[in-house]
Structures are given as structure tokens and as C-alpha cells.
């Protein structure tokens, strides 16, 4: 719930509307959490998640990844069903996809043009003619241009908070220049949506900009931490495991956690700090100086202290329970069918479960 509030807070500070992204809960509990007004805006990475997401009542909804055209029937009954789904494209083909299914159904689908400000992955640079040729077989075509959306992905590689606020300006300059191109050409930009968790909580100014996109705050991992996002303190997401074995002559202890609990993620190893498969923890989720997840197989973690590290191996008893904090909270979260919580005001824990698919 801090994680939540503190985002909302910067959010509100800039003037900018939040669009959380649903992603990484995978969760109807966790979305209420994140969508205090409960009906949206919200962003999603799958169509299940908007199907799920659609049927618990939430109404404004961005799909964000680039349309398949085998998907757009689903877009369809979404809206039928009351939700406005809003696609995402990157090319003229996409573009006159989305435009023809509109004119059959005499639904106009909604539509983001994708930016590209960074090299990270998808989308169009701000000045290419494209992004014109496609707003107008949008509008033309009986589908709903709604606007342009960049995610600064290369920001998880920007360490620090000054660096990950320049990938914020260049993410919206961006988004602005491709805004005023669109509208410069007589088509209507009323949606500029920016975003990724580090450019989120980094940004100062986000003039232009109307709406603003994270995910993984919910939970933050040890990627965000590694990269000065987040405290390791602030990561509200763990896997319990429990010590089955010790191997004393190479300096490791057993857990029952490997890689189908943890994932095999290793998104730390490039980072200044490599975490292995995850940084230990108590039960009480304290990290233990140094001791890591060094090594899984499928059902089998091997927990040792940090290669770098001259600590000590703790005295930890068969049956010690454990807490693994993730590299990846999103693709740790998605190896399990629920999650359980701790109230934020004491309590009996609860369980909220947690789907997956697409």
C-alpha cells in the first residue's frame, strides 16, 4: 500500500492522471488497490488480463501491447460487454486492421500510436511520416484515433534518479513532438500517455503529458532496487521457502524454491550487485548479510553467500523458513496461483488469488 500511495502522491504533484498497470498483480484484490475509483483508467499486457479485468468492473482499459489481428474479435466483445478497450499500433497494416474491424462492427476501436523515443523495442521516432499515414486510416477508416503512447524501456538500465529523470524528459519530449506532428496534420491527439516505473517516480515536469503508466510498483523487485528505483525495503513482494538440506563442504544450504518458484530471471546480473536467483531473507523479511540464491534447478534452490562476500554462512536449522526476494517481481508472481497477505493493520493473512494466460 506505500508503494501504491507514494506513486499516486507524484502523480497528483505533477498534475497528471495515473493509469496503473495490471501486469504484475494478475490479481482482481490487487487491482482495487491500485484503482482506488475501482472502474479504471488502468493498463494491461494480455487480453485475459482485460477479460478478467473487464468482467470485476473496470471500464477505461489499455491493451499494451501491439495488436495481433487474430485478437481484434476479443477487442470486439469487450466492447460490446461495456468496456473501452483502447489497442496499441505501430504500422500502417495494424492500423487498416483496426480500421476495417470498426467499419464491420460499427464499433470504433480506440487506438494509440506507439513511440519510440529510446531504441528500447517498438514504435515509431517522433518524425516519421508513418505516424501520420496511420492516424489517418484511423480516423478514416471508422476507428477511433486516440492518441500516442511511449514506454521508456532503456530507463531500466538508467542508474540513479538523475538518470532515469533524463530518460523521463526524453520520453516526453517525444510524446510531445509526435502529439504536435499528429495535430499539426489536422488529426485529433487527445491521449499522451508516458511511463515505466523508474521514469514514473523520476520525473519532475510532465508538461503535455495527459496520463502517466507504471506496473511493477506495486511490488518492486531487486532490478528496480539495483537501478536506485526503489530501497531493497520497499520490495513488498517475497517467496517462502523453507531449508530442506546442507552441504558444509561447499558452503551451500538446501531450500525448497527453485526455478519454477522463483523463475529464471536473472535480470541483477548485469547490474553493479548481482543478486542470483534472489536475495534471502528471515521469515520476517530482513536480508541475511550477502546470502543469495546462487543456484536453482527445477525444485531446488541452493542458497551461499555472495561470490564477492567473506560472510559467514549463518546457522540455519532444517525446517528454517526463508524469504526470497525476486530479481523480477512480475515473473515471479506469475509461477504461483495466489498470493498471501499480510494486512497492512495486523491480522490474519489473507489469500487473493491470482490468474494467468492471455
Same mark, same amino acid.
Given at each position: 500500500m506505500r508503494n501504491i500511495e507514494r506513486l499516486a502522491a507524484h502523480a497528483a504533484s505533477l498534475g497528471v492522471p495515473l493509469r496503473p498497470h495490471l501486469k504484475t498483480g494478475k490479481s482482481v484484490e490487487v487491482a482495487r488497490r491500485m484503482l482506488p475509483g475501482g472502474t479504471g483508467p488502468a493498463m494491461v499486457s494480455t487480453l485475459a488480463e482485460a477479460e478478467v479485468f473487464a468482467a470485476a468492473g473496470i471500464r477505461d482499459i489499455t491493451y499494451g501491447v501491439g495488436i495481433a489481428l487474430n485478437k481484434l474479435n476479443r477487442v470486439l466483445d469487450l466492447h460490446r460487454a461495456g468496456c473501452r478497450l483502447?489497442?496499441?499500433?505501430?504500422?500502417?497494416?495494424?492500423?487498416?486492421?483496426?480500421?476495417?474491424?470498426?467499419?464491420?462492427?460499427?464499433?470504433?476501436?480506440?487506438?494509440?500510436?506507439?513511440?519510440?523515443?529510446?531504441?528500447?523495442?517498438? #514504435?515509431?521516432?517522433?518524425?516519421?511520416?508513418?505516424?501520420?499515414?496511420?492516424?489517418?486510416i484511423l480516423q478514416d477508416g471508422g476507428a477511433e484515433l486516440a492518441g500516442v503512447l511511449c514506454h521508456a524501456g532503456q530507463?531500466? !538500465?538508467?542508474?540513479?534518479?538523475?538518470?532515469?529523470?533524463?530518460?523521463?524528459?526524453?520520453?516526453?519530449?517525444?510524446?510531445?513532438?509526435?502529439?504536435?506532428?499528429? @495535430? !499539426?496534420?489536422?488529426?485529433?491527439?487527445?491521449?499522451?500517455?508516458?511511463?515505466?516505473?523508474?521514469?514514473?517516480?523520476?520525473?519532475?515536469?510532465l508538461t503535455g503529458v495527459t496520463?502517466? @503508466?507504471?506496473?511493477?510498483?506495486?511490488?518492486?523487485?531487486?532490478?528496480m532496487a539495483g537501478i536506485g528505483a526503489c530501497a531493497v525495503d520497499d520490495i513488498a513482494l517475497s517467496v517462502l521457502t523453507t531449508v530442506i538440506g546442507h552441504q558444509p563442504a561447499r558452503g551451500s544450504i538446501m531450500v525448497?524454491?527453485?526455478?519454477?518458484?522463483?523463475?529464471?530471471? @536473472?535480470?541483477?546480473?548485469?547490474?553493479?550487485v548481482?543478486?542470483?536467483?534472489?536475495?534471502?531473507?528471515?521469515?520476517?523479511? @530482513?536480508?541475511?548479510?550477502?546470502?543469495?540464491?546462487?543456484q536453482t534447478s527445477q525444485e531446488h534452490g541452493t542458497i551461499a553467500a555472495r561470490p564477492s562476500s567473506d560472510a559467514a554462512m549463518p546457522d540455519l536449522p532444517i525446517g528454517t523458513r526463508l524469504r526470497?526476494?525476486?530479481?523480477?517481481?512480475?515473473?515471479?508472481?506469475?509461477?504461483? #496461483?495466489?498470493?498471501?497477505?499480510?494486512?497492512?493493520?495486523?491480522?490474519?493473512?489473507?489469500?487473493?488469488?491470482r490468474f494467468g494466460g492471455w
Open positions: 483502447t489497442v496499441l499500433v505501430d504500422s500502417a497494416p495494424q492500423a487498416r486492421a483496426v480500421a476495417d474491424a470498426s467499419a464491420r462492427a460499427g464499433i470504433a476501436i480506440p487506438a494509440l500510436i506507439e513511440i519510440d523515443s529510446d531504441g528500447h523495442r517498438s #514504435g515509431l521516432v517522433p518524425d516519421d511520416p508513418e505516424i501520420i499515414e496511420i492516424g489517418r530507463s531500466y !538500465g538508467a542508474v540513479g534518479r538523475a538518470a532515469q529523470a533524463k530518460f523521463a524528459e526524453v520520453e516526453r519530449t517525444a510524446l510531445v513532438a509526435a502529439a504536435e506532428a499528429l @495535430r !499539426g496534420a489536422g488529426l485529433p491527439c487527445p491521449v499522451v500517455s508516458a511511463g515505466s516505473t523508474p521514469t514514473a517516480h523520476a520525473a519532475t515536469d496520463e502517466l @503508466r507504471a506496473g511493477v510498483y506495486v511490488f518492486f523487485d531487486l532490478v525448497d524454491a527453485g526455478w519454477m518458484a522463483m523463475s529464471r530471471d @536473472r535480470g541483477t546480473a548485469a547490474q553493479e548481482d543478486q542470483g536467483y534472489g536475495l534471502v531473507c528471515d521469515e520476517a523479511g @530482513r536480508p541475511i548479510p550477502d546470502l543469495i540464491v546462487t526470497i526476494l525476486p530479481n523480477h517481481a512480475c515473473a515471479t508472481a506469475s509461477q504461483h #496461483g495466489e498470493y498471501h497477505v499480510i494486512p497492512k493493520d495486523g491480522g490474519p493473512l489473507m489469500e487473493w488469488p
